[in-house]
């Protein structure tokens, strides 16, 4: 039986791989697709879809996938209005909670998020509610081959980043916004590839939440998550490690 059950739990995991993995693909199709279309369709000349590429690249999205996202811009998506929209509210805790969404319909957007939010005891706020707790920035990671924090550090001041935090698990290049896509460009020709670049809410000042708090508000990161809406999501949330590691178990 202990054999059975280690089977069924290793085919849950690849299940729920297999989910993240489809939903991830589709939360960067819809980020060519929009990038496309407001810009020009070639990526040398379109820095916003060139991003979306390399993120694409990096996730191991296949070659195909990314070309026919690009196609569907001008062709049977075109009609298709997707918008960037920002949703701010408390958690649980009073946890801070910024999302990021793609949507071609505000109004089932907001009644998915404000939903999530209900269940958790949580309330969604108006724009600009939260955000003034978080600082907006780009962010470029780069694993510990890349070069010593020195290097790195050289590398990322050069490209016109701001700052490097370096770890055992690699560097993380800070910089502003608009200027995340060159920033990294510049850096790789320096370092190699990266693992990834965002922009992304960086919390001011984090808040503890630990217990049955701890584990409402990550239920409600895990339903503004799995929504095909959200692009990303971001909290001020301090939560032990041991309580992260049994909800994802």
């Not at 369709?41 to 026919?68: C, F, T, V, W, Y």
């Not at 298709?80 to 089932?108: F, H, Q």
């Not at 910089?175 to 850096?187: G, I, K, Q, S």
């Amino acid at each position: 039986m202990a054999g059975h059950s280690q089977f069924k739990n290793i085919m849950h995991r690849k299940g729920a791989q297999d989910v993240r993995r489809a939903r991830l693909f589709a939360r960067i199709t819809r980020e060519i697709i929009v990038a496309a279309k407001t810009g020009l369709p070639e990526p040398d000349k379109n820095p916003r879809l060139r991003g979306a590429i390399q993120s694409a690249r990096q996730a191991n999205m296949p070659r195909d996938n990314i070309e026919r996202a690009i196609k569907r811009a001008s062709g049977a998506d075109a009609a298709t209005n997707y918008r960037d929209v920002r949703y701010e509210g408390y958690g649980p805790g009073g946890v801070a909670v910024v999302i990021e969404a793609l949507t071609d319909n505000r109004n089932r957007t907001a009644s998915e998020i404000r939903s999530a939010f209900s269940k958790q005891g949580g309330n969604l706020g108006e724009t600009g509610s939260v955000s003034h707790m978080f600082h907006r920035l780009g962010e470029i990671v780069f694993p510990p081959a890349s070069g010593t924090p020195e290097e790195v550090l050289d590398a990322a001041i050069e490209a016109g980043a701001d700052d490097v935090e370096s770890g055992a698990d690699g560097h993380l290049a800070i910089c502003a916004p608009h200027a995340l896509n060159d920033v990294r460009e510049a850096m790789e020709k320096r370092l190699g590839a990266s693992l990834g670049a965002r922009v992304a809410w960086r919390p001011a000042v984090d808040v503890r939440v630990e217990g049955e708090i701890a584990e409402r508000v990550l239920d409600l990161l895990e339903a503004l998550e799995e929504s095909d809406d959200v692009q990303q999501v971001f909290a001020n949330c301090d939560i032990p490690d041991d309580i992260v590691a049994r909800h994802e178990g």
